[in-house]
């Protein structure tokens, strides 16, 4: 599929097949398009789990009970599901920028120490802006992992795989059954992964995407 194909093709998904599982080949992928994100000054603040067994898919529907419950299906259904989670503001601390810097390194990144702590610099001084200037250093960091999921959608869909990101979902109950904060992390989102049922009410071969039109949401200087 061309990039227009792939933008038509995709839509949130309602109903999975559950005969169809994701190849080992195609979650290699998935993972590695997690790990190649963008983010500002190279932050990365993020974690990741993934739940691709019955026992883990049925750990991440803990965040489906109560009020979320409609949304339980879409997780025990799919064949895996990606709880996209964001850095506290305690883990994104000094010791997380200087490891990020030696990561940075080690990878060739810097010709020169000056590149290096010039690196090291631009991180802190964004992040002190966002800390004491603008006050939201926890959203800053979580807009980076809305990012990542948004480049996720579009990159899981050029592999012919439907995806239903949820925000409907408890996150105290989903970072307490993972001990995410004590590990300097909050659940955000996560988004299930499979092949989509003929079935599927929301599919675009049954309901047509609707979106403005360009003249309406571009301006061109």
Known sequence: MNLQETLNWRYTTKEFDTTKKISEED???????????????????????IAETTEGKARMAKGTQGFFHFNEPKITNAS???????KTSAG???TFFKHLLEVQDKDGRFPNEDVKNG????MNAFADIHKYDLKDYQHWMEKQVYLNMG?????????????TPMEGIDVKALD?????????????VAVSL?????????????TP???LPQSEIITVV
């Open 151 to 163: 480049n996720f959608l579009l990159g899981v869909a050029s592999l012919g795989i439907d995806a």
């Open 27 to 49: 979650m290699a992928q998935v993972k590695n398009l997690l790990r190649m994100s963008p983010s500002s000054v190279n932050l990365q603040p993020w974690h990741f789990i």
């Open 194 to 206: 499979g092949y989509r049922t003929a079935s599927d009410f929301n599919s675009t071969d049954k």
């Open 119 to 122: 690196m090291y610099g631009g």
């Open 80 to 86: 895996a599901v990606v709880l996209f989670c964001s």
């Open 209 to 211: 995407k609707s979106r």
């Open 92 to 94: 994104a601390d000094d």
């Open 176 to 188: 307490e059954e993972f001990s995410l904060r004590e590990k300097g992390f909050t659940s955000l």
